[in-house]
């Protein structure tokens, strides 16, 4: 996965923030923050926040006593979560040299943002650098593609027409989705994982529309496609996605997991 990535717009993070976030991301952030054991007082960092999700959450539970600071690489996504939230302590920084130091945090949470690193496991490293001992690194993934009963035919549909950069972009949720292989990643970063909790969480849209633009405008795929190419994508994503949808909105299931570890 290249820097390009990283490199969204202000519009762009708007964007993932009111739609994104609680299609899908706000869905997960209780398996994240039950699974850490989060709770009155601690220090929490979240790295790879985005626009905040996870790290508003946990605001809430550490209460006054508590602090928590969001770490992110990307300058749009800080501003957004600055204007949702603007008396949390937002950071600018990469998760290969997290910018504290050593034995800092009580709980290291990484929601969806493990796959976008170029080196997954220096950056848990660093998670579990910043960890006090005893303290917890929670890192929330999904499951492998293949596992991904309606992005996976949707994913292999888009790329049809947008091409192999079509994979690359939509499909990188899905890198980490081999437990074992992100355990052994664990292990070599000095963690010893602890706990795993799988489930299925549903992403909820308004309409099969409403989810392909989604996805499509969260990500440079939507200054590479053409409108014909758009429209197109479009008018098939009707055909695929329409088995999923429930009364009057789209309910696509999710397949992921939570790793819980402590440094060693």
């Given at each position: 996965?290249?820097?390009?990535?990283?490199?969204?717009?202000?519009?762009?993070?708007?964007?993932?923030?009111?739609?994104?976030?609680?299609?899908?991301?706000?869905?997960?952030?209780?398996?994240?923050?039950?699974?850490?054991?989060?709770?009155?007082?601690?220090?929490?960092?979240?790295?790879?926040?985005?626009?905040?999700?996870?790290?508003?959450?946990?605001?809430?539970?550490?209460?006054?006593?508590?602090?928590?600071?969001?770490?992110?690489?990307?300058?749009?996504?800080?501003?957004?979560?600055?204007?949702?939230?603007?008396?949390?302590?937002?950071?600018?920084?990469?998760?290969?040299?997290?910018?504290?130091?050593?034995?800092?945090?009580?709980?290291?949470?990484?929601?969806?943002?493990?796959?976008?690193?170029?080196?997954?496991?220096?950056?848990?490293?660093?998670?579990?650098?910043?960890?006090?001992?005893?303290?917890?690194?929670?890192?929330?993934?999904?499951?492998?593609?293949?596992?991904?009963?309606?992005?996976g035919p949707w994913i292999e549909m888009?790329?049809?027409?947008?091409?192999?950069?079509?994979?690359?972009?939509?499909?990188?949720?899905?890198?980490?989705?081999?437990?074992?292989?992100?355990?052994?990643?664990?292990?070599?970063?000095?963690?010893?994982?602890?706990?795993?909790?799988?489930?299925?969480?549903?992403?909820?849209?308004?309409?099969?529309?409403?989810?392909?633009?989604?996805?499509?405008?969260?990500?440079?795929?939507?200054?590479?496609?053409?409108?014909?190419?758009?429209?197109?994508?479009?008018?098939?994503?009707?055909?695929?996605?329409?088995?999923?949808?429930?009364?009057?909105?789209?309910?696509?299931?999710?397949?992921?997991?939570?790793?819980?570890?402590?440094?060693?």
């Open positions: 996965m290249g820097t390009e990535t990283f490199r969204i717009t202000r519009e762009q993070a708007e964007l993932y923030e009111e739609r994104f976030v609680p299609a899908l991301f706000r869905n997960w952030v209780d398996l994240v923050l039950d699974g850490a054991g989060v709770h009155t007082g601690q220090r929490l960092l979240d790295v790879a926040c985005g626009t905040g999700v996870v790290a508003r959450s946990a605001a809430d539970r550490v209460g006054s006593t508590g602090a928590v600071i969001g770490l992110d690489l990307n300058p749009a996504m800080l501003a957004v979560a600055r204007d949702v939230r603007p008396e949390l302590d937002w950071r600018a920084g990469d998760a290969g040299e997290i910018p504290f130091a050593d034995d800092d945090f009580d709980v290291v949470t990484c929601q969806a943002g493990l796959m976008f690193f170029p080196d997954p496991t220096a950056a848990l490293r660093e998670m579990g650098r910043v960890t006090r001992p005893g303290g917890v690194v929670a890192v929330q993934v999904f499951s492998a593609l293949s596992s991904q009963p309606a992005y888009v790329a049809r027409h947008a091409g192999a950069v079509a994979t690359e972009m939509l499909g990188t949720y899905w890198v980490h989705g081999d437990p074992g292989a992100l355990r052994a990643r664990c292990t070599d970063a000095g963690l010893r994982v602890v706990a795993q909790h799988d489930d299925v969480r549903p992403a909820y849209f308004p309409s099969v529309e409403a989810m392909v633009l989604t996805e499509v405008n969260a990500t440079p795929l939507a200054d590479r496609l053409q409108p014909a190419e758009l429209r197109q994508i479009l008018t098939e994503s009707e055909h695929v996605l329409g088995r999923f949808r429930n009364s009057d909105r789209l309910e696509i299931p999710i397949a992921g997991y939570v790793l819980v570890a402590t440094p060693t």
